[in-house]
């Protein structure tokens, strides 16, 4: 069992940036992804960006690439995901998953392991 706790979100004002973090614990296979996702109010939820552990490569939806940046802490053991340039249509609640996986990570796949999400509001 892995569990995952996010943290990181608030309030932010447009423009600004974020760092989510993800903190994976328990038992953790050798190889997995980790994927960051959200769900806007009334909407579906949707893939961010993943990336692998141990080698950390990283995949991004294309929609986002140019304003999420997801990454590896290795001293805090953490799995983050930065947010530049907020909108408001950023708002949403963010949550990480895990999955065991040996190639590169994918956002298509089935993620097995969810943790609670952090909410992110931005709003001037």
């Known amino acids: 069992q892995v569990q995952l706790v996010e943290s990181g979100g608030g309030l932010a004002q447009p423009g600004g940036s974020l760092k989510l973090s993800c903190a994976a614990s328990?038992?953790?296979?050798?190889?997995?992804?980790i994927g960051w996702f959200r769900q806007a109010p009334g909407k579906e939820r949707e893939a961010i960006a993943c990336i692998n552990s141990p080698d950390s490569r990283t995949n991004y939806r294309d929609f986002v690439r140019d304003r999420f940046t997801i990454s590896r802490d290795y001293v805090r053991n953490t799995f983050n995901l930065q947010i530049h340039n907020l909108k408001p249509e950023d708002t949403a609640v963010y949550y990480c998953?895990?999955?065991?996986?040996?190639?590169?990570?994918?956002?298509?796949?089935?993620?097995?392991?969810w943790g609670q999400g952090t909410q992110v509001i931005v709003s001037s």
């Open positions: 328990g038992r953790t296979p050798a190889a997995y992804a």
């Open positions: 998953a895990a999955v065991e996986r040996l190639g590169l990570c994918s956002l298509r796949e089935r993620y097995e392991f």
